[in-house]
């Protein structure tokens, strides 16, 4: 999907560390070092856009700001 820190992928379900989580990474980004680095959201059952989902673990957070995209993203698709 695209969104505003670049275009991402999201590659499946996992569990890490007990908890399910989607694997995500970045094809292109606004920050070139976040191409390629995997990342995880907290698993939703209703997350249909990057800005719903949430960094799995308060620690790893999205790479390039992407948790701090919500409220533009959404301002958008309005």
């Not at 191409?35 to 949430?54: H, I, K, M, N, R």
Request: hydrophobic fraction near 45%.
């Amino acid at each position: 999907m695209s969104a505003t820190p670049g275009k991402v992928v999201i590659h499946g379900e996992s569990r890490v560390a007990g908890r399910k989580v989607f694997v995500c990474s970045f094809l292109q980004a606004r920050l070139p070092d976040a191409v390629d680095q995997p990342f995880f959201a907290a698993w939703s059952p209703t997350a249909t856009w990057l800005d719903e989902l949430q960094p799995a673990f308060a620690d790893c957070p999205f790479p390039t700001g992407a948790e701090a995209v919500g409220s533009q993203e959404a301002a958008g698709r309005a």
